[in-house]
């Protein structure tokens, strides 16, 4: 069987992780500096792809620690990358509890995703997690609700911390029963305890990986205001009426919740080479730029302004078609850090308004690397690479890096063999 | 007064909106005809939505304001026993292994509002609850909707087993999310494809059409 760039890869990444780590980490540093690295980097992908090929269940990865290890391994080892962002593959959205603990930078930032355990000792209905709510092969979902009425924007915006912690945690998480109550108390510890168990765990896989020849960066999170409100407190659809019915209460209430998010952000310190701010916007592509220049980008940008300015580089995952926003990001300082787009009807065309000021990531629809043929792949980003190269400051990668179960392994291996073939400046 | 509400609709201007239908109910206006502007209006947004004048949130608004219309000559209706004229039935779902369902509700709304009977069968919905349903409710179209990677997947079982069960002819197939895509409409073998639920309202009504036309 003829060797391809993959496999020769793989293969200089078992004789010398050490130097790839190295090369790799470089390369990405250079894109993210908006600079021509030796070749385009490819971000990784995982999801109920990971599963599927490692034979592991959504269950396992969510409760079976044990089993975790192993599968990321071989599946990093199969499929290399230039940045393998799962760095979260047990985890889903909670950013709401780094929220309630925002005066606590020492813990803050450690409960800022929910992971199954924890999600057994709170029962929150913000999520549904496999072989609980949800069967077990099935993906953890982030479902979100209503949990707030509209009246008590009024309670959120004098005192956001206070509100979400005591109001509404209890009304989102049933297992914490009664605020200061012995169950309180006694939810709080157990999920001290297994926020460590689970710390310990993941310091130890990445430190793993890293051996291995992943690359890692120290990432601290940060939330549109906007997006709290969409994602914890009113449910999507009610922040979206909540803007037009009630504008001045959800406007006063996006930027009181500003300086809380910051508090979040710099509980961890910037740190050389680069310290990521990651943020996933969820409302940004539904609303209409009227609403988007009101209630969504000035508290955001106010934020990536002031992260930024402190040291920080932002890694901004522009959930939809961000297309019709797209030149509002013009107004951050150049090299801010790393935008990340989802399907923008025009990939190329957002890639030309942001080149030389923005590390633009993503490239490849989802959609083909799970259902197109190897031939399409290659095509698709031999084009793309053609009409981006020389520029540096680009990232390729799929919309979304979680891929479907079935989607082919002829399919992933396309899409890193092109980055190799067609990446190279 | 009808154009007027057309406008009021259109400017997603909800106070005016529900009080001009208030005023033409109690006028004596036929409900019917406020109900074909709705059916108008319904068109108008999706057209709108189509040049990029319009975005999920405006869908969203539109659709509350196309329900508080509803329910306020609802007891018109009933009272006068008159029926709109049904333009087709939709069944529709989040596929298995999906649990969202945001972009799915702006689709039962915005359907119901173009004159559609609509069968939403929820979220996380396994292909043989699909197959069930077409056998039960006998519709004109099947929506599949999901937001995940993963629901890729869940559509072409769907779509698959709708097959197996011998239905494929009878129903219209479109698929519906972020997601989805040319790609993933040829993967799945559905018949249509749809980012949003205002193109989607606008497929399918052609789709009906179509069928209708094929039937006779």
């Known amino acids: 069987m003829t060797k391809e760039p993959i496999d020769l890869w793989i293969e200089r990444h078992e004789k010398d992780p050490e130097a790839e780590l190295k090369e790799k980490t470089e390369r990405f540093l250079r894109a993210v500096q908006l600079k021509v690295p030796d070749r385009v980097p490819v971000a990784g992908v995982g999801g109920d792809f990971l599963c599927r090929y490692t034979g592991i269940t959504w269950y396992d990865m969510s409760y079976d620690l044990e089993k975790i290890p192993g599968a990321v391994f071989k599946f990093v080892h199969d499929f290399p990358s230039d940045w393998s962002i799962i ?26 995703f929910l992971c199954g355990p924890v999600h057994d000792i709170l029962k929150d209905k913000w999520s549904q997690w496999p072989g609980r709510e949800i069967k077990e092969n099935m993906h953890p979902q982030f479902r979100g609700g209503e949990f707030m009425k509209p009246e008590e924007y009024k ?5 956001p911390l206070q509100f979400i912690h005591s109001t509404i945690l209890p009304r989102a998480c049933p297992g914490l029963g009664e605020p200061g109550s012995p169950r309180w108390n006694a939810a709080w510890i157990r999920v001290g305890m297994t926020m460590q168990r689970i710390g310990a765990f993941q310091g130890q896989l990445y430190g793993e990986l890293v051996k291995r020849g992943s690359t890692a960066f120290p990432i601290t999170n940060a939330y549109t205001p906007a997006d709290v409100i969409g994602d914890f407190l009113r449910h999507p659809t009610g922040a979206m009426l909540d803007m037009r019915r009630m504008p001045s209460d959800f406007k006063a209430a996006c930027d009181a919740l500003v300086e809380h998010i910051l508090k979040v952000a710099t509980a961890v310190p910037p740190m050389p080479p680069a310290t990521f701010f990651f943020v996933p916007l969820h409302l940004n592509e539904m609303l209409p730029p009227k609403l988007y220049g009101e209630f969504y980008w000035p508290q955001l940008k106010k934020i990536i302004e002031i992260l930024v300015a402190k040291g920080y580089k932002g890694f901004i995952f522009f959930e939809g078609d961000h297309l019709p926003h797209v030149d509002t990001i013009l107004e951050l300082p150049k090299g801010w850090g790393v935008a990340w787009f ?53 990232i390729l990668s799929p919309g979304v890096n979680e891929l479907p179960a079935d989607t082919p392994v002829a399919n992933v291996r396309a899409y890193i063999n092109a980055a190799l073939k067609y990446g190279v400046y | 007064m009808l154009d007027e509400l057309l406008r009021a609709i259109l400017d997603l201007d909800e106070g005016k909106a529900l009080e001009l239908t208030k005023r033409l109910v109690e006028s004596g206006e036929d409900p019917l005809k406020i109900l074909d502007c709705v059916r108008a209006a319904t068109d108008e947004i999706g057209k709108r939505f189509e040049r990029g004048e319009y975005f999920v949130a405006d869908l969203v608004m539109a659709g509350e304001i196309l329900k508080g219309i509803s329910e306020i000559i609802a007891p018109k209706l009933r009272e006068t026993g008159k029926k709109r004229e049904v333009v087709g039935k939709l069944l529709i779902g989040t596929v298995e292994g999906d649990i969202h369902d945001i972009g799915k509700n702006i689709v039962v709304t915005m359907a119901e509002a173009a004159g559609f009977e609509v069968v939403d069968l929820g979220v996380d919905v396994p292909p043989e609850r699909f197959v069930e349903a077409i056998k039960q409710h006998n519709p004109d179209i099947v929506g599949l909707s999901g937001l995940l990677t993963l629901a890729i997947d869940s559509m072409k079982r769907t779509v698959d087993a709708i097959n197996a069960a011998g239905l494929r002819d009878k129903v219209k197939i479109i698929i519906g999310g972020g997601r989805v895509d040319e790609n993933v409409k040829e993967y799945t073998g559905a018949d249509a494809w749809t980012n949003d639920a205002a193109t989607g309202i606008r497929i399918m009504l052609k789709l009906v059409e179509e069928k209708r036309r094929g039937q006779s």
């Open chain 1, 87 to 112: 760095f979260a593959p047990m985890l889903l959205e909670g950013f709401v509890f780094a929220l309630a603990f925002a005066d606590c930078p020492d813990f803050s930032n450690t409960i800022r």
């Open chain 1, 155 to 159: 309670r959120l915006i004098e005192d």
């Open chain 1, 342 to 394: 989802e399907r923008p009807r025009d990939f190329v065309a957002v890639w030309e308004k942001l080149k030389g000021h923005t590390t633009v990531m993503g490239g490849v629809p989802v959609s083909l690397i799970a259902s197109g043929t190897p031939e399409k792949i290659d095509e698709h980003i031999k084009n793309l690479m053609a009409k981006i190269k020389p520029e540096g400051g680009f």
